[in-house]
């Protein structure tokens, strides 16, 4: 069974790529996007929701060569092969993938996260339940927008 260190990585100074455009991109995106704005994005297509978003974008089909100094990379794309090519490609750059969707091709995952201020509160379920841990990170979210705690 894979198991999920749960760590805090300083991202800051480090390049982020995002292979793919679309909603499952945008959804990944708007969390990293609270902790930098050194993303990139390839994809042939990117949605209208994030161009607004003002990140470096090619709009071209992935090639190796995209991965060229990124520190950590997220295979957003609909295709399970080129996914799977993504994250063979990073491997020969040393570079940790997040395949979206798929925890058996994944280096990490992304924990659901409520961030306030900065605090940061990140629920994870080692990728087996992903509704289970959104629900906890919202029970826990509205506890401290309550002022419960």
């Not at 997220?74 to 997040?98: F, H, P, Q, S, W």
């Amino acid at each position: 069974m894979k198991s999920f260190l749960p760590i805090n990585v300083r991202i800051d100074d480090k390049k982020i790529l995002f292979v793919g455009g679309g909603k499952i991109a945008l959804h990944k995106i708007q969390t990293v996007e609270k902790y930098t704005r050194n993303i990139s994005i390839v994809a042939p297509e990117i949605q209208q929701d994030l161009h607004k978003r003002g990140f470096s974008e090619s709009c071209k089909e992935y090639e190796k060569s995209d991965l060229e100094g990124f520190f950590l990379v997220y295979a957003c794309t609909n295709n399970l092969e080129v996914n799977r090519r993504i994250k063979k490609d990073a491997a020969e750059y040393g570079i940790m993938v997040n395949v979206v969707d798929n925890r058996e091709l994944s280096d990490f995952i992304s924990p659901a996260v409520f961030k306030k201020d900065e605090m940061t509160i990140a629920i994870s379920s080692n990728g087996e339940n992903v509704k289970k841990s959104v629900e906890w990170r919202d029970k826990i979210k509205t506890i401290l927008q309550n002022g419960d705690l």
